[in-house]
């Protein structure tokens, strides 16, 4: 028996999220269907943590156990013939027999990309969010400087009625990246609020658009009010780049992957 | 009363073809549609052609008549407006009045796009034709040559049981553009056969793999037996680039669209 750690790209356009659920075709179960076709026995992954419906991952990162007698080189080819379209294992190697792809996640990074098209993309819909406005770059970095570093991001988290866990979180780093009409945002903390980076996306496109202004932002940090920050954009413009173990650091060039329109990865 | 002419990019994935029919969803139907909830009053268009389920458009050009009091651009901003997800309007103009998009057209240019990436893509699979192999890109060159000008290409069309019509076309250019893993093809000609760019792409990556050799290419293209040639290459590879209407030359360099990862179009 050993443990192996994957790297795991999908289009979550094309299932209902990460977790598997009864009812609804998931990745996870996507490739715990693939293990168990290639193993003829049940196998349970577990993924770094959870992305919503139609969200997607450039390099999710799950582990699992397996007595198979295939390489890993052998294993990943072989899974990957047993998976269908939208989901593919990038990279898979066997790791130390307690390493946990959730509990021992130091960090993740997120991307969230914005086309600022005259017209709706025609083609890939479903991997931006389409924003048909000049936006005010400068205006965008200041608001996302104001996010970096430890605070309490309660007003960029969803509304809870009752508070029960910390909703303090250590944003290490937040920038745009910008290619003609695309707005790519790139950020890495030491964990996410339900919704954060997508309720962050929002507020900065609001910041662009010249709805809200960096001082809004900084108001709303303090204030904790949901009310006071912009809207949640849309799950399919949102990335998880790759759940981080310690081993890199922010700041490497995100370069674009193939297939993701002018979207970056490292 | 006044004719316009429209340039129109679409994601065939989400089409039963071009041309409208009873009961599936074409894109003629979903652009005629939108007129029709804009005017109050059913409009039919003309296509310079059909392309199948699956074929993509970047620059299909169409025209109708129209006796909105809308100018050009806001006639387009109002068109795409009613327009769904998939299908824009990227141009549109009044044009001389006996303007036929079909009729007039003297010249289609195609694009087709093959991905070798080690893995299938797990974004946008329905926009490449995935083929995990090297591909020998002088022979794939020496092989379009061959293509070039005008010859009977039986060989690459499809296979009636009765030859009615000429099968002789001119192809003015053929070219192979390669940036990483992917390999575009792009064919200009007066006219195609159906499926004949398909057949032709095709053919050239069973060249590339090597289970053709150029000879075989001239060899098929003489005895113009549609057996001696390689498959038809799935439609989600392929793309209408643009007609031509005498106004432009091939030659000018193809710039990648968004949206469209590693293609090219004009």
């Given at each position: 028996m050993r443990t192996v750690r994957a790297e795991i790209a999908y289009d979550g356009s094309r299932f209902f999220g990460w977790q598997r659920q009864d009812g609804f075709h998931s990745v996870q179960a996507a490739v715990e269907n693939g293990l168990a076709a290639l193993h003829d026995q049940v196998v349970l992954i577990h993924g770094s943590g959870r992305t919503d419906t139609g969200v997607h991952a450039l390099r999710q990162v799950a582990h699992w156990q397996t007595d198979t007698r295939l390489d890993d080189g052998r294993l990943r080819l072989a899974l990957n013939a047993h998976l269908e379209d939208g989901?593919?294992?990038r990279r898979l190697e066997t790791c130390r027999?307690?390493?946990?792809a959730r509990f021992d996640a130091r960090a993740k990074r997120y991307l969230y990309v914005v086309s600022t098209a005259l017209f709706r993309p025609p083609f890939g819909a479903q991997y931006v969010h389409w924003v048909p406005r000049a936006l005010d770059l400068t205006n965008m970095r200041a608001a996302a400087n104001v996010l970096v570093g430890e605070h309490d991001f309660a007003a960029f988290g969803n509304t809870p009625?009752?508070?029960?866990?910390?909703t303090v979180r250590n944003v290490h780093g937040i920038r745009w990246i910008v290619r003609r009409e695309r707005f790519a945002l790139v950020v890495q903390g030491n964990g996410f609020l339900y919704n954060m980076v997508r309720n962050i996306a929002g507020t900065l496109i609001d910041v662009g658009i010249g709805k809200l202004t960096v001082d809004d932002v900084r108001g709303a940090l303090l204030s904790g009010r949901r009310e006071e920050t912009g809207m949640c954009a849309p799950a399919g413009g949102l990335y998880l780049l790759r759940a981080l173990y310690g081993e890199r650091l922010f700041g490497g060039r995100d370069r674009g992957p193939h297939g993701v329109p002018g979207t970056f990865q490292d």
């Open positions: 989901v593919v294992v027999p307690d390493f946990h009625t009752v508070r029960r866990a910390s």
